[in-house]
């Protein structure tokens, strides 16, 4: 049986949501999240408690985002995991990662499952 997340307690209803903040069916954003005036959220996803979400945020699906994580302008996120108090500030990539509790990235920092080498 599957559960449709956005349904859960403490998520933010779809009508407090910026007009120009695009949230996919399956997301669950809590209550207390910062959110900015425009970016994209496809889930399935889950934004944690006091998270701030800056402008441009793009969040491609298979995302939990834990407590009081900073996801930054310009950010993108797929298939990825951050724990608590992660920064990812601006202008980021994570795909395919986990980012343990207190990481934080400079701007640019990119993440992928592809190799630098371009080995196989």
Do not use: W
């Not at 998520?11 to 669950?28: C, G, I, T, W, Y």
């Not at 699906?61 to 950010?75: F, L």
């Not at 298939?79 to 990235?105: E, K, R, W």
Request: hydrophobic share 40%; net charge neutral; aromatic share 6%.
């Amino acid at each position: 049986e599957s559960v449709n997340i956005s349904a859960l307690p403490c998520a933010r209803p779809k009508d407090e949501l910026p007009p120009a903040l695009f949230v996919d069916d399956n997301v669950f954003i809590h209550s207390t999240a910062v959110l900015p005036h425009f970016g994209t959220i496809h889930g399935p996803a889950y934004i944690g408690r006091g998270c701030e979400l800056r402008p441009g945020v793009f969040v491609r699906g298979n995302v939990i985002v834990g407590p009081h994580c900073v996801v930054g302008n310009s950010t993108e996120l797929k298939n990825c995991m951050l724990l608590a108090n992660v920064q990812v500030p601006h202008f980021n990539y994570v795909g395919d990662s986990i980012l343990g509790t207190g990481s934080h990235f400079g701007a640019g920092v990119v993440t992928a499952n592809v190799r630098l080498d371009r080995g196989s």
